[in-house]
């Protein structure tokens, strides 16, 4: 995760830094929330926190205070602690959800793209299938089949990406494979797979990365969703979503323990669509057409 | 035995007398006619055919209560008193139950109710061939025979002393329906019920609403006082305690799980505060033949870990009162001493390392806010004391088949209020039984059981029940957390709200301010 997170952060400086005055303030914002977040769901053991699960039951909701920065949620236990443990379940949800999405649909949307004919059809018809079956119920079928677990959760929501890569990663190809530098590759007598590795993917690249960072956003949110309803991440493992879930039952005595947490994913999702956004700007096609 | 028929029958002059009185006096009091209320209810109701829906929840019973009647039904103290019977007798080994029915009652249809009708409904559920869920719950009654209009006669397997109080209820084993109705409707009867009571279903649309009409020729005349009542599914606590506040609702379902708010309304002087500390307790059961908790050293470990008053204080800010044994304030059975382990965690540390082996278990809870917090609180006591659990959670309704199934480590259940302690108590701990979800088998224990529901003296009933507690407890085959205490809050316009018994709310006979 940490060695994924450093490239991304090299990727982006890389891609910008020509470019930093076009980018903004906001921008640099958002880069930092997300810095910032990553390090202390990194460093989260390390801290001294007090345990995210450890009740103190006749503490709960005790207002901010020295031993409880954040104070305490309904059944007392600490609600920074929660927070920052929760930003890990968001963070390797988030991440490694589109992970998924982004090799397997865009290796399917490069494939089809580059080949078309019968193959493209079936990927294509297939991932409209993936795409009509209603998502939230198809969680629910398998949550409820499979069990609760990060990693069950994970492969859902990233399977449920992968038509939506798919078919920028064939968008993308489908222009680019009628481009001079691919038919003079094929021309050379390239192999299919050289065309596809060194040709063609380096340029898809950078619009899938885009869409990745929109995509991690995504997943922050529809995570939250589910641990809202009782189907994330099993309890007592925090997460933001199933601490709004349960700040909920105490909206009127103590609304912070659903505010708190909704703030952290709401500046968390903005910072990376404002990443991701910008980072589309740059990479648009359109702009780099000839 | 002489002595406890003797008063059983004076009992009965008593209460047909009181009925009498109250008929009378009804007129006379201050309840007014017409209005109509909303009743938020916690769940949405599947139906009402016993064939389809098995058993009713609370919410569905609310309806049932509105909609259909029951032979028998509880007055205020407690004691059961007649509705579509009129009286009762019983045989001298308490195993034949006479009961002499109302005349001149119709189904809203307008089949006439009868002895006929009446058995026709027991002969639906106990048919073998219909393999209705709702069976179980009437496997102690051989079988009903109505020998002439007005007569139905109950022969049960096993002697039960507080038969009729067992007939109040308003489950799907209780309520009568309309033959002609079911016989007719086929399968729509689910959603299209048709009984005797004082309200009549006009309207239906699921997932929101139900609407019911007074029936104009309820037999006991003057009653019901509501023109109309309309049964809302709000399974959300917040947004049902907002829409009584905003004037949506007016009475509205809730547990203590939703402390904060009830304690909000009972300083709210537009509000009132139902509540009914009823018998029985919410319950676990262990599975005792699947480790760690084939050793009783664990099981008896996690339940001295257990500190209910300050679990009672987390979650439901003190209004749950803890429970040591299965029946509860609410019940006959009084116990001096229930065997109940203390509050140890010094002693529960200690038998978990003496049993050696790391302790790890899976328990089943429900998928909903309350099951997640309980579950959590428990498993930070259980924690505490050296042993690890890990919450399952899955919807309610799959509980009850994994429970039938024996699919669990550690599962949660209910003993709802009963007039009697027997049906519950029998099934639950009896050997072989299939909601003694225990697996565990004791000889002593089925005597103890056996004996409680033969005898007819109370002191020696309620005896043999605090022997059967003091097993329980100490072999630690089940615990308990929370004695039953049932809520409703409503606006404080409406009136004459029963107590809330087996936690229905029965609003059939109230009326508005």
Redesign the interface.
């Known amino acids: 995760m940490a060695t994924l997170e450093l490239s991304l952060e090299e990727d982006v400086t890389a891609v910008t830094a020509p470019r930093a005055r076009r980018l903004g303030l906001l921008f640099w914002m958002a880069i930092g929330w997300v810095t910032f977040v990553f390090a202390v769901a990194i460093l989260s053991d390390v801290l001294p926190l007090p345990s995210p ?3 103190d ?2 503490e ?1 909701r005790a207002p901010f205070s020295f031993a409880h920065w954040l104070g305490t949620d ?3 236990r600490d609600e920074l602690s929660r927070l920052i443990h929760g930003a890990r379940i968001s963070l390797v949800v988030g991440l490694c959800a589109p992970i998924i999405g982004l090799s397997i649909g865009g290796a399917l949307g490069m494939l089809a793209g580059y080949f078309r004919g019968r193959f493209e059809t079936l990927v294509v018809g297939s991932m409209d299938v993936l795409l009509a079956f209603p998502p939230l119920i198809f969680v629910l079928a398998v949550v ?1 089949f499979l ?2 677990s990060i990693l069950n959760l994970t492969c859902i929501i990233g399977i449920l990406g992968i038509p939506a890569f798919m078919r920028v990663a064939r968008a993308s190809t489908l222009t680019l494979a009628r481009r001079e530098f691919v038919i003079a590759a094929q021309a050379l007598g390239a192999t299919h797979a050289r065309i596809l590795l060194r040709e063609l993917l380096p340029n898809v690249f950078l619009p899938l990365l885009a869409f990745f960072l929109l995509g991690v956003a995504v997943t922050i949110v529809v995570e939250g969703a589910l641990s809202f309803l ?2 994330g991440v ?3 493992i925090s997460s933001w979503g199933s601490m709004i ?2 700040g ?6 103590a609304p912070r323990l659903a505010f708190l947490p909704a703030i952290a994913m709401f500046l968390t999702v903005l910072s990376f669509n404002l990443v991701g956004d910008t980072l589309r700007a740059l990479t648009d096609p359109r702009q780099g057409a000839l | 035995m002489k002595a406890a028929i003797g008063s059983n029958a004076l009992a009965r002059i008593f209460l047909v007398a009181g009925f009498g009185v109250a008929l009378s006096a009804a007129p006379v009091s201050a309840q007014k006619q017409g209005g109509s209320i909303t009743v938020g209810l916690e769940l949405d109701i599947p139906g009402f055919d016993p064939l389809k829906v098995g058993v009713y929840d609370t919410s569905a019973e609310t309806a049932a209560a509105a909609i259909f009647d029951t032979l028998v039904t509880l007055d205020d103290k407690g004691q059961p008193v007649p509705k579509l019977a009129q009286s009762w007798t019983h045989s001298d080994d308490y195993k034949t139950w006479t009961f002499k029915l109302r005349q001149g009652v119709k189904f809203h249809d307008g089949t006439p109710f009868n002895a006929e009708a009446a058995k026709a409904n027991f002969d639906r559920q106990k048919d073998p061939a219909n393999k209705c869920r709702c069976a179980f719950y009437i496997a102690g009654i051989h079988d009903v025979q109505a020998p002439d209009e007005s007569t139905l006669v109950y022969n049960l397997t096993d002697p039960a002393v507080n038969f009729p109080a067992l007939l109040t209820i308003q489950s799907s084993n209780n309520v009568i329906h309309s033959p002609t109705a079911w016989k007719t409707k086929g399968d729509d009867y689910n959603r299209n019920p048709v009984g005797t009571g004082p309200y009549i279903l006009k309207s239906w649309t699921a997932g929101d609403r139900m609407v019911l009409e007074k029936n104009p020729d309820y037999w006991n005349k003057g009653h019901p006082y509501l023109d109309r009542i309309v049964l809302k599914p709000l399974p959300d606590a917040q947004s049902r305690f907002a829409s009584l506040q905003s004037g949506e609702a007016d009475i509205v379902w809730d547990d203590e799980y939703d402390a904060d708010n009830i304690q909000k309304a009972q300083k709210d002087s537009k509000m009132t505060v139902h509540t009914y500390a009823g018998s029985g307790a919410q319950v676990y059961a262990f599975n005792t033949k699947t480790p760690p908790f084939d050793d009783v050293r664990v099981r008896q470990a996690l339940v001295m870990a257990i500190d209910r008053k300050k679990m009672s204080q987390a979650i439901t800010n003190g209004l749950a009162r803890p429970a040591s044994n299965p029946y509860g304030d609410g019940s006959w059975v009084k116990c001096k001493d229930d065997g109940a382990l203390p509050y140890d965690i010094e002693k529960a540390k200690a038998l978990i390392k003496d049993y050696g082996k790391p302790v790890e278990f899976k328990m089943i809870v429900t998928a909903t806010p309350r099951g997640r917090t309980i579950g959590q609180v428990l498993q930070q006591f259980w924690k505490q004391a050296g042993a690890n659990m890990e919450i399952e959670q899955i919807d309610q309704a799959t509980v009850v088949p994994r429970a039938f199934m024996r699919q669990f480590q550690l599962t949660p259940w209910r003993i709802v209020d009963l007039a009697d302690p027997d049906p519950q108590m029998y099934a639950n701990f009896h050997t072989g039984s299939p909601v003694a979800l225990a697996n565990y088998s004791n000889p002593e224990l089925d005597q103890l059981l056996e004996h409680a529901r033969t005898t007819g003296e109370i002191d020696k009933r309620a005896e043999n029940y605090c022997a059967v507690s003091r097993l329980v407890n100490e072999q630690a085959i089940w615990f308990w957390t929370f004695q039953n205490t049932y809520y409703a809050i409503s606006t404080s316009k409406l009136k004459g709200l029963p107590k809330i018994y087996h936690g229905v709310i029965d609003v059939s006979d109230t009326w508005l301010e």
């Open positions: 699960t450890d009740m039951m006749l709960r309904g059944l007392g409820a069990g609760q009782g189907l099993p309890p007592p879930g349960e909920r039952e105490s909206l009127d005595v």
